[in-house]
């Protein structure tokens, strides 16, 4: 009844101010009274009106997240007390999407112990496609493939396998391996267009194209997929510029210097001239010899390093395609380290090289 | 070693506690967390690798710094999706703790810096045991050979045996 109130009245209060935060207070509220739901549809409205609001956008992933917990936590019951294959692909899934990896590969390899069969290997080699996806590692690439070989053996002419494999073969940057999946897709649905026209790009694309093993050699050097670089090519119209943030951060006391990487650029924001390209130098090696550290110990993408010493202390955030990294005389404070939060994965502007 | 780890590795959260010598030689406690290692197929469960990659990662990181005209750096943390991983150098040794993820390194650091200072004291100990014991080996040879203490009543036999051996030196 209280609660039921509290729901009015914020509801009242969006009314006549329907700003982020005001939606924000109504979506707690209906969070708080249990109804998730309806909390995740006033985020949404709210992101309606601000696309990209961070309150909003963190509130409604929260409530999303809890969701998913409280029906794990169905699922985990109805495991214990009947354990069948459709619960099994379920748990699987929704591991995945709250980036549980590890515990979907023990879900799956459960299912595969109970009921053997293709289903449990597909959703295990997909567990491995997604770790690959996200860690990079080779080793997670050449498994997702053998247990893709393995159930497209299992799964005759079934194109799941198959689709999964040209996504991968595609990540990767194996062309020519992926132009044979995609034919084989074209013999099952001939004339789909958008394989079609996949299918096209591919048999241009498969002249010199490396071989599965050296892709993902190649992939788990640089860190980078194929598909990456396509994405940092689409989402160029969303670019923000990041000097004002630089500025903000250099302008700290004890701040020596902010550094903003992407691609081959580097912005600086404290030394000048042959110091700034030197700390840009500094800054992109600690990021790149950090994610490539991580992913052959298997610990996935990172997402900060930190070092302390006589010099300082040095924080560098990493987003997927930049990182932020600051240079301070004493202890980072932790007002800085969620400014720098902020830098990586603005996406900036880097048309122009400054120091 | 193993016993100085042991605190560490037990502590909530840690997957594993290891420590690195200067020549690469590991010494590894699993942690309370210890299924999570080497789960991802990475080099977690491996101690030797683990060693090897860290101690690779540490150099490169030294050149980086270098770069920048500073020293290497004492503590390092790497925040990751699957864990995090804390490096504390010290003279002579590195010592690592990779952490389950979502947990910070801050409480951790505290019972780091006391294992490496317990970890110091031994190496130090063991350090002075060996100069001790290496103090006649470092002696240079003598340009005879090393005869046993000899007492002045042992005198005559050594001449005694001189005579047998190399016949009267006028040649009779």
Not at chain 1, 296 to 306: A, E, F, H, K
Not at chain 2, 36 to 62: F, H, K, N, P, Y
Request: with cysteine; charged share 25%; hydrophobic share 40%.
């Amino acid at each position: 009844m209280l609660s039921g109130s509290r729901i009015r009245q914020a509801r009242k209060q969006l009314m006549m101010d329907p700003s982020p935060t005001a939606y924000a207070a109504l979506a707690r509220e209906h969070a708080w009274d249990g109804e998730s739901e309806e909390a995740l549809r006033v985020c949404e409205e709210g992101l309606v009106a601000y696309p990209g609001n961070p309150e909003l956008q963190r509130l409604s992933e929260r409530t999303r997240r809890a969701n998913r917990e409280d029906r794990l936590g169905e699922l985990k019951r109805e495991l214990r007390e009947a354990p069948r294959p459709a619960v099994y692909a379920e748990m699987c899934k929704l591991l995945l999407e709250t980036d549980q990896s590890t515990r979907a590969e023990e879900c799956a390899q459960e299912w595969s112990a109970n009921h053997p069969g293709p289903e449990p290997t597909l959703m295990l080699a997909r567990v491995f496609v997604v770790r690959f996806l996200s860690d990079r590692g080779r080793e997670a690439g050449r498994r997702a493939f053998d247990l893709l070989t393995e159930c497209e053996k299992q799964l005759d002419r079934d194109p799941r396998p198959w689709k999964l494999r040209l996504e991968l073969a595609s990540a990767i940057g194996a062309w020519a391996e992926a132009r044979r999946v995609a034919s084989q897709l074209l013999e099952l649905d001939p004339g789909d267009p958008v394989l079609e026209g996949h299918f096209r790009k591919l048999s241009a694309l498969q002249e010199g194209a490396p071989t599965i093993a050296k892709a993902l050699r190649e992939v788990e050097r640089t860190g980078n997929l194929v598909s990456d670089e396509q994405r940092e090519t689409q989402t160029d119209g969303a670019k923000r510029d990041v000097r004002p943030l630089l500025q903000s951060l250099a302008a700290e006391s004890g701040v020596k210097a902010v550094v903003y990487l992407r691609g081959s650029t580097g912005l600086v924001q404290g030394p000048k001239g042959a110091t700034a390209e030197r700390s840009a130098r500094a800054m992109r090696r600690i990021v790149k010899t950090g994610r490539a550290a991580a992913r052959r110990l298997g610990m996935g993408q990172v997402s900060s390093i930190s070092l302390e010493g006589n010099f300082g202390s040095i924080a560098v955030v990493s987003g997927e395609t930049d990182a932020g990294a600051i240079w301070c005389s004493g202890k980072l404070p932790r007002s800085r380290e969620q400014a720098l939060m902020n830098l990586a994965g603005v996406q900036a502007e880097t048309d122009e090289v400054e120091s | 070693m193993i016993e100085v780890l042991d605190p560490l590795a037990s502590q909530p959260g840690v997957i594993l506690a290891a420590l690195i010598s200067d020549d690469g030689v590991p010494v590894a406690v699993p942690g309370t967390k210890v299924d999570a290692a080497g789960a991802d197929g990475g080099a977690l469960g491996d101690a030797d690798a683990l060693a090897a990659m860290c101690a690779g990662w540490l150099d490169e990181l030294t050149e980086s710094m270098s770069l920048l005209s500073c020293d290497a750096p004492r503590r390092v943390v790497m925040r990751a999706a699957r864990g995090s991983l804390l490096l504390l150098r010290t003279s002579g040794a590195v010592l690592l703790v990779v952490l389950e993820p979502g947990l910070g390194p801050d409480e951790l650091w505290l019972p780091m810096e006391g294992v490496a200072a317990r970890i110091q004291r031994i190496l130090r100990g063991m350090g002075e045991a060996t100069a001790t014991d290496s103090v006649s080996d470092l002696e240079p040879p003598s340009p005879l050979p090393k005869q046993a203490d000899t007492t002045p009543s042992e005198s005559p036999s050594a001449s005694l045996n001189f005579g047998q051996t190399g016949g009267d030196p006028q040649g009779n």
